[in-house]
């Protein structure tokens, strides 16, 4: 082995080049996928999420229809709303209408069913009959109470203990829809509720980063906006009336 060589100074050498490289590498590259990595975790404090979309939605068969990971479900789901919300608002049926329709086209089904026995010249068949569960509109009431519950007592704890700023996004927030209320009737409301609830997800998860800088930069503005508003205005008013008991 020549002189200088040993194991230690060829062990030193190359720890000196692997250092010299990452320290390269880290000058390089690296910083841009931080800041990325970084950039992407506030989005995700900036919306409270830090788990996946179709988790937040609840998982299962339901998130799979709102995210279109069987498109066919999904767009059976959403061309069957769109067909019923056509029949209601274009045709200009009324429920009730619908209703008797449905139930004599039902009933003519069933009747041609149990009369074909001589012309079919076969058995006699049992005539399918649709009967609907108890449990069923148990459930839906229970769950539609439930959310109409929730709502009322939130906004009585925003009318009663809720801070200005509460009360005021609150009442913007019926405010709004009381106008979008005027433009169209309540079951049009619900048909884009549900046009949105099978669309917005969808796309937010395709372009999640565009959406999130978007937000954050209106959000930004936003809080600017209100920074003034409170400072010339909300300031002056008085609060004892939007102020919870303080805890003694």
């Excluded at 372009?207 to 508003?229: G, N, P, T």
Aim: net charge positive.
């Amino acid at each position: 082995m020549p002189e200088g060589r040993t194991p230690e100074n060829l062990l030193g050498n190359i720890m000196e080049t692997l250092s010299d490289n990452l320290s390269r590498q880290n000058s390089g590259s690296f910083p841009q996928e931080d800041r990325s990595n970084s950039v992407t975790s506030q989005f995700n404090r900036l919306f409270g999420r830090e788990k996946p979309v179709h988790h937040i939605l609840g998982g299962g068969t339901s998130a799979d229809v709102l995210l279109w990971r069987n498109k066919k479900i999904s767009a059976s789901v959403l061309t069957g709303s769109t067909a019923i919300w056509v029949i209601f608002e274009w045709l200009n049926y009324n429920l009730l209408t619908f209703l008797a329709f449905a139930l004599v086209f039902g009933m003519i089904v069933q009747f041609a069913w149990a009369n074909s026995k001589g012309a079919m010249k076969r058995g006699q068949s049992k005539v399918p009959r649709l009967i609907l569960p108890d449990e069923l509109f148990v459930n839906i009431a229970r769950t539609v109470g439930g959310e109409v519950n929730r709502g009322l007592s939130i906004l009585q704890d925003i009318a009663c203990q809720g801070t200005l700023k509460q009360f005021l996004v609150a009442v913007l927030s019926l405010w709004t829809a009381a106008i979008a209320g005027s433009w169209c009737n309540f079951f049009t409301l619900i048909y884009m509720g549900f046009v949105g609830a099978h669309t917005l997800p969808v796309l937010y998860e395709k372009y999640e980063d565009e959406v999130d800088c978007f937000v954050a930069r209106l959000i930004d503005q936003f809080q600017s906006h209100y920074k003034k508003m409170d400072t010339g205005v909300l300031r002056r008013l008085p609060t004892r009336k939007f102020s919870g008991k303080k805890n003694e």
